[in-house]
């Protein structure tokens, strides 16, 4: 391909300006291509995108975006033709159970939002009585512009489940200045400013002191205590930062100084029981988030972790693996002992 486009570029004489291709017509011809040769790797699709510079780059991934959207579309139209020939293929008595039953099901819909409704404008106007859970936002000098990008999802993923499971707790995040870039990211997601939950700028310390509970408790992984269950009328702080362990202990440090309690989850007890040996134990902040929203409802720390954590991370395969590893770790020392052989003294050993 490349031979081809030098090829067509240079097919008149080298001095003749007229004759060179503009950037459009190369973004063109890179774009004619790749329709023509759809069964191309990724790697000579994009070598052949490089050709045409920043601009043919920029047309290639904008084309692919456009063939996604095109699949996208084809197959929901396919899907809703698949949809319309199983209806023909009914009986007028059929189509019409079938119709009773879809108002039937928007009925039970409606009704159950409406109950949602309700109960979460019940508790947002007892929200003080509710368990509090703050996310401390006081690291964002600590990360970068792709950790804060998550830590804006993570926030909004937390502020989703507690929303979704009827509010059993009252979210606070603080630290959040007006000003930085965690807010404005927060800021531009579809109705924040109208979210089930508190958001301040005031520094961990003092939005403690305005939540008045009577009981402190700094979760991180890096404590020795483990938390065994919630108190009411307690506040438990989960940290807002994503360093991949780079500020390991900065958590446990800052609850210290503030003089706070600080515990972690029992995962590890969860691990043991469930014989999950390998599984990752380091949890995201809306991880945490929704145990503890899971635990205030069910007070259960089994169904919590079970309904939470990604089962995706350990299969069984990696499992047998790692039982085989140990296995062989513990045959390792016996079969080194009994495979010994003993020395042979000089005058015991055979000549040639």
């Given at each position: 391909?490349?031979?081809?486009?030098?090829?067509?570029?240079?097919?008149?004489?080298?001095?003749?300006?007229?004759?060179?291709?503009?950037?459009?017509?190369?973004?063109?011809?890179?774009?004619?291509?790749?329709?023509?040769?759809?069964?191309?790797?990724?790697?000579?699709?994009?070598?052949?995108?490089?050709?045409?510079?920043?601009?043919?780059?920029?047309?290639?991934?904008?084309?692919?975006?456009?063939?996604?959207?095109?699949?996208?579309?084809?197959?929901?139209?396919?899907?809703?033709?698949?949809?319309?020939?199983?209806?023909?293929?009914?009986?007028?008595?059929?189509?019409?159970?079938?119709?009773?039953?879809?108002?039937?099901?928007?009925?039970?819909?409606?009704?159950?939002?409406?109950?949602?409704?309700?109960?979460?404008?019940?508790?947002?106007?007892?929200?003080?009585?509710?368990?509090?859970?703050?996310?401390?936002?006081?690291?964002?000098?600590?990360?970068?512009?792709?950790?804060?990008?998550?830590?804006?999802?993570?926030?909004?993923?937390?502020?989703?489940?507690?929303?979704?499971?009827?509010?059993?707790?009252?979210?606070?995040?603080?630290?959040?200045?007006?000003?930085?870039?965690?807010?404005?990211?927060?800021?531009?997601?579809?109705?924040?400013?109208?979210?089930?939950?508190?958001?301040?700028?005031?520094?961990?310390?003092?939005?403690?002191?305005?939540?008045?509970?009577?009981?402190?408790?700094?979760?991180?992984?890096?404590?020795?205590?483990?938390?065994?269950?919630?108190?009411?009328?307690?506040?438990?702080?989960?940290?807002?930062?994503?360093?991949?362990?780079?500020?390991?202990?900065?958590?446990?440090?800052?609850?210290?100084?503030?003089?706070?309690?600080?515990a972690r989850l029992p995962l590890d007890s969860w691990i043991e029981k469930n014989k999950l040996h390998g599984i990752c134990k380091t949890l995201t902040t809306n991880h945490v988030v929704s145990i503890l929203t899971l635990f205030s409802k069910c007070n259960s720390w089994e169904e919590s972790f079970s309904a939470v954590l990604p089962m995706?991370?350990?299969?069984?395969?990696?499992?047998?693996?790692?039982?085989?590893?140990?296995?062989?770790?513990s045959k390792a020392p016996e079969t080194e002992t009994t495979q010994k052989k003993p020395k042979l003294d000089a005058a015991d050993t055979p000549s040639d």
């Amino acid at each position: 391909l490349q031979f081809l486009y030098f090829i067509a570029c240079h097919n008149t004489h080298p001095m003749a300006e007229s004759n060179i291709p503009s950037m459009e017509s190369a973004e063109a011809e890179a774009e004619a291509t790749a329709k023509a040769t759809p069964t191309l790797s990724k790697k000579k699709q994009k070598r052949l995108a490089r050709m045409g510079g920043e601009a043919g780059i920029q047309a290639h991934w904008e084309m692919k975006k456009a063939a996604y959207k095109d699949r996208v579309k084809e197959r929901k139209l396919q899907e809703k033709e698949k949809q319309q020939r199983e209806w023909l293929s009914l009986t007028p008595e059929e189509q019409e159970q079938r119709k009773k039953d879809a108002s039937k099901r928007r009925e039970a819909a409606d009704k159950q939002k409406e109950e949602q409704a309700n109960l979460i404008k019940e508790r947002t106007a007892n929200k003080s009585k509710l368990p509090q859970i703050i996310i401390d936002c006081d690291f964002e000098g600590e990360m970068d512009p792709k950790g804060l990008k998550s830590m804006a999802q993570q926030i909004s993923l937390s502020h989703s489940f507690v929303r979704k499971e009827g509010l059993p707790c009252w979210l606070t995040v603080s630290g959040l200045v007006p000003t930085g870039s965690l807010h404005q990211l927060l800021s531009q997601r579809c109705g924040f400013s109208d979210w089930s939950m508190t958001t301040t700028e005031s520094s961990l310390s003092d939005t403690v002191k305005s939540v008045g509970s009577k009981s402190i408790i700094y979760l991180t992984g890096d404590s020795d205590v483990t938390l065994q269950s919630l108190e009411p009328g307690s506040s438990y702080i989960v940290g807002g930062i994503i360093d991949r362990n780079r500020c390991k202990g900065l958590t446990l440090k800052k609850a210290t100084e503030l003089g706070f309690s600080h515990a972690r989850l029992p995962l590890d007890s969860w691990i043991e029981k469930n014989k999950l040996h390998g599984i990752c134990k380091t949890l995201t902040t809306n991880h945490v988030v929704s145990i503890l929203t899971l635990f205030s409802k069910c007070n259960s720390w089994e169904e919590s972790f079970s309904a939470v954590l990604p089962m995706r991370r350990v299969t069984e395969q990696q499992q047998q693996k790692r039982k085989e590893k140990e296995k062989e770790k513990s045959k390792a020392p016996e079969t080194e002992t009994t495979q010994k052989k003993p020395k042979l003294d000089a005058a015991d050993t055979p000549s040639d």
